[in-house]
């Protein structure tokens, strides 16, 4: 049986597979639920200090469909902001679970304003309820940046440099930055969390869309009264471009420690996000859909490539793919070189086969 743990900034995860900050991590409760059923670490639901601030809407979510197959999720979207629940309430759930399950790892995911004060404050009041890591916030595309907060924050790197520096200022447990794909060049804000002092990157959140406009009322969703705003698309549909971003993000950033997400369903799309460099896989939609005990096929979907290919420990996938990168020139001169040396090849064995027969001609004629 394959070791599926691994250590990221010196905390040991018993398998690499976290749920991310969203609804699987809502409360204390749910946290436990997740331990108990072998998740390898859990990070929260977003906190901030001031949970009256926070007014989510009903409906708040929307789903892309296959066609025809309603039941099929292709893609989600959601514009549920960050917990709408007391901060005093998370410190308590927090330290009760981390009491409860000491082995198993949770990481609180943090967001503030623009304030060093307040993200002094965050950060020292939830690191002391004992978590093992906190997860710095700067990629929630909805709402909070109309407070210039999530991903306002994320898509300016010196602005996420300053913040990373402030919560680093302050924290003694690993501070990780979560990175927005809403960008163009996701190594900008990846570089500068870094500058900032970041132990770890994480990515991606979710991409900014609209689901569908319904055909019937023309209203766009999902409708709120009549009205919506664009929200954040997660779920099968958006692996490609999370492995994109975890590839440039681990390519540009070495030796800082990436978890990535975005649209992981099973065990293959986790151990492509790990190749391309993530040392930890975190799942939110696919956990919502499929349910907590999806950890089951994760862990085994993990075992079973480790087997295969002869991986003695989860390390030894890490970013194993990223050397295949290259330019798309690279790619041209390697297939003209490809293809000149076949016609060498094809050359070489004509001009044989020719010596061969002069060969045998000289024979019969000899
Ligand atoms: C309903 C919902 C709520 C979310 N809330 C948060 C949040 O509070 N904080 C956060 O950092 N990310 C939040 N996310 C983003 C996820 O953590 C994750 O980055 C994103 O959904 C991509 O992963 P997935 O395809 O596995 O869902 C939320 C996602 C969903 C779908």
């Keep these: ?17 976290v749920l991310a900050s969203g609804p699987p991590g809502t409360n204390g409760k749910v946290i436990k639920r997740s331990f108990e059923l072998g998740w390898g670490g859990i990070v929260c639901k977003t906190l901030s200090l001031d949970h009256s601030k926070v007014h989510n809407t009903v409906p708040r979510y929307g789903k892309l469909t296959v066609p025809g197959e309603k039941k099929k999720v292709l893609g989600f979207q959601n514009i549920e902001l960050i917990s709408d629940r007391p901060f005093d309430t998370w410190l308590d759930e927090l330290a009760d679970c981390k009491a409860a399950y000491p082995d198993r790892v949770l990481i609180a995911s943090i967001m503030e304003e623009c304030e060093k004060d307040k993200w002094v404050e965050i ?4 690191q002391a309820a004992g978590v093992d890591a906190l997860e710095l916030n700067l990629s929630c595309p909805h709402g909070l940046p109309e407070r210039k907060m999530g991903a306002a924050m994320g898509q300016d790197p010196e602005m996420v440099e300053q913040v990373v520096g402030w919560a680093k200022g302050a924290a003694t447990v690993p501070v990780w930055a979560k990175m927005t794909p809403n960008v163009t060049d996701p190594t900008l804000s990846a570089m500068a969390a870094v500058r900032g002092g970041a132990d770890g990157l994480a990515a ?4 900014l869309c609209v689901i569908g406009v319904n055909l019937d009322t023309l ?3 999902p409708t709120v009264e009549g009205y919506t705003v ?4 997660s779920g099968r549909a958006v692996l490609p471009i999370a492995l994109r971003h975890v590839m440039e993000i681990s390519r540009s ?11 992981v369903e099973s065990g293959e799309d986790a151990m492509q996000l790990m190749l391309l460099g993530a040392s930890t896989v975190q799942v939110c939609t696919g956990a919502m859909l499929k349910g907590y005990e999806m950890i089951n096929e994760l862990c085994d979907g993990l075992t079973s490539f480790m087997d295969k290919h002869g991986f003695e420990s989860v390390d030894e996938i890490v970013g194993k793919s990223l050397d295949y990168f290259t330019t798309h020139a690279d790619l041209v001169e390697r297939q003209l070189a490809a293809k000149r040396e076949k016609a060498g090849q094809a050359n070489r064995d004509s001009m044989w086969q020719g010596d061969i027969a002069k060969e045998t001609d000289s024979l019969v004629t000899d």
């Design 1 to 17: 049986m394959a070791d599926l743990s691994i250590e990221v900034n010196g905390i040991r995860f018993p398998n690499p597979f």
């Design 123 to 126: 950060v020292e009041r939830t």
């Design 204 to 207: 991606i959140n979710t991409i």
């Design 219 to 221: 209203r766009p969703m």
């Design 230 to 233: 664009p929200g954040g698309y």
């Design 253 to 263: 950033c070495p030796g800082t420690p990436v978890s990535g997400m975005g649209g």
